[in-house]
């Protein structure tokens, strides 16, 4: 679905320090629209590391990046930001008569937003993807490079391809399925699987009671008949093997972040980051904020808590600046009753 939509301020990016921006532009009245090329919101701590503790975010002594993300989405659940997944922030350019800029997104959508907050931080996330012939015909019908739909690979014979967290994760989700898929094969090009020891046991485990099939080897070539995927092509330590039979592939060969579009938007990058007013978090052109990984200033650390100070500020610059005659009283949330209203609480 695309989107038209003019508002005071588009937050690029649903990382903690997009998440937590969204919320202290609500706090002071702004609301927002948030886009995020992933299919989920969380960044580098849902993608990268969900199902593992932090143990430095400022009151929470221990929490998992997905957790992480859970509560900040819930601390925002007041302000009910319009969240758009699974769409890349592709322009972003000057608003014309009505000043502001104008976004445009990999799905068509676009935004005229007064200002505009980059929170893109190592760059938008993207399945390593596997380069055949013809795969591309295939994707979301038999050829998976984000994680398939519930049910979606019922009853089908289907090879996982890949070698670490991300491959066994997938292989969890597919079995525990209400309806899974009839065969499982694990195809990794080389014999040692990456993953936490509790999830190896897991995987071996399910090996041992013939639920997946583990081979070493690297798929070569697609057999595609009638539009539809029959076969794959691979090749093993020694050499060549016979096709698969498979009705899917699910690619999990890890995801990388890519800074994409963001380098032609006009702005100065300086080794892939912004640099910013550390006072305002402003960057070089006007109305434009930038917050957490993305961001160069002196004394710049790369840290959850980090992104959360520098999201209040650039919170506290935009609201100046879409109201300059706004009260530059500091209001507190455990005494204002007109915080306490927004928050409904
Ligand atoms: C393995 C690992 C462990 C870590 N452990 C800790 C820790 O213990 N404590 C700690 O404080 N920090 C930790 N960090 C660092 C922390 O994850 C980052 O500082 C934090 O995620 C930065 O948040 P962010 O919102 O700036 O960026 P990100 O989390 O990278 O989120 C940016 C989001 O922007 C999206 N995006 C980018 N470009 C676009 C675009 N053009 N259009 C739409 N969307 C876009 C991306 O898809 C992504 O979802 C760790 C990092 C890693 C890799």
């Known amino acids: 679905m695309t989107t038209e939509a003019v508002t005071d301020a588009l937050v690029i990016g649903a990382g903690p320090a997009g998440l937590f921006l969204a919320f202290e532009l609500g706090l002071l009245g702004i609301s927002c629209h948030i886009v995020d090329a992933q299919e989920h919101p969380g960044g580098q701590a849902a993608t990268l590391y969900g199902d593992k503790p932090i143990y430095d975010i400022p009151a929470l002594p221990r929490v998992t990046g997905q957790e992480?993300?859970?509560?900040?989405?819930?601390?925002?659940?007041?302000?009910?930001?319009?969240?758009?997944?699974?769409?890349?922030i592709t322009t972003l350019a000057a608003g014309g008569d009505d000043g502001g800029w104008r976004l445009t997104t990999s799905r068509g959508s676009a935004f005229h937003a007064s200002c505009v907050f980059i929170a893109a931080g190592v760059g938008a996330f993207a399945p390593r993807r596997l380069k055949l012939e013809g795969i591309e015909a295939l994707e979301g019908s038999q050829v998976f490079h984000w994680r398939p739909t519930a049910g979606a690979l019922s009853g089908q014979r289907v090879l996982v391809v890949g070698g670490d967290e991300l491959a066994l994760d997938r292989i969890d989700s597919l079995l525990a399925d209400a309806s899974p898929p009839a065969s499982i094969t694990l195809m990794h090009r080389r014999a040692v699987v990456q993953a936490p020891a509790e999830t190896l046991a897991r995987f071996e485990a399910q090996c041992a009671q013939g639920r997946v099939r583990f081979e070493v080897g690297q798929v070569s070539g697609l057999q595609i008949e009638n539009g539809r995927l029959s076969a794959v092509d691979r090749s093993g330590p020694d050499g060549d093997l016979p096709p698969l039979a498979v009705d899917a592939v699910v690619v999990a060969q890890g995801m990388s972040p890519r800074l994409g579009p963001l380098a032609d938007w006009g702005l100065v990058l300086e080794r892939k980051q912004l640099p910013v007013d550390p006072a305002n978090f402003g960057t070089a052109l006007p109305g434009v904020f930038a917050v957490g990984d993305i961001v160069q200033y002196p004394g710049k650390k790369k840290l959850i808590l980090s992104a959360f100070h520098e999201a209040t500020l650039a919170a506290f610059a935009a609201a100046d600046l879409l109201d300059p005659a706004r009260s530059q009283v500091l209001q507190y949330t455990s005494s204002s009753s007109l915080l306490q209203g927004r928050l409904q609480v």
């Open 68 to 88: 992480l993300t859970e509560r900040l989405l819930e601390q925002l659940r007041p302000f009910a930001p319009a969240m758009h997944l699974g769409e890349e």
